[in-house]
């Protein structure tokens, strides 16, 4: 089982940046890919980036391709998402989630970090 917490939310004027980070804990965390989502209210969840544990290979939904950036450090078992030029668009809960490599379901999950982007 992998645990996963969240933290670096806030609030943010639009056009600033935030970093959140998503510390992972459990075993063979090298079988593990790791996710970023966010809910925003009325809306569904979307999945914002991912990246593979061992592979580092990664992916964006287009709203944020060239604007956010995931990455993980290994050694400190921790998966970073750098948001620039954030839109008030971007408010949302963030949450983390992992995933078995080669399967496609996220089945375990963070808390959560709200972000707030104000105009």
């Known amino acids: 089982q992998v645990q996963l917490v969240e933290s670096g939310g806030g609030l943010v004027q639009a056009g600033g940046s935030l970093r959140l980070s998503c510390a992972v804990s459990?075993?063979?965390?090298?079988?593990?890919?790791v996710g970023w989502f966010r809910q925003a209210p009325g809306k569904e969840r979307e999945l914002v980036a991912d990246?593979?544990?061992?592979?580092?290979?990664?992916r964006y939904a287009d709203s944020v391709k060239g604007r956010f950036t995931i990455s993980r450090d290994n050694a400190k078992n921790t998966v970073y998402l750098q948001m620039n030029s954030l839109k008030p668009e971007d408010t949302a809960g963030y949450y983390c989630?992992?995933?078995?490599?080669?399967?496609?379901?996220?089945?375990?999950w963070g808390q959560g970090t709200q972000v707030t982007v104000s105009s």
């Open positions: 989630a992992s995933k078995r490599t080669f399967t496609t379901t996220y089945d375990n």
């Open positions: 459990g075993r063979n965390l090298f079988t593990y890919d």
């Open positions: 990246i593979s544990w061992s592979g580092g290979s990664t």
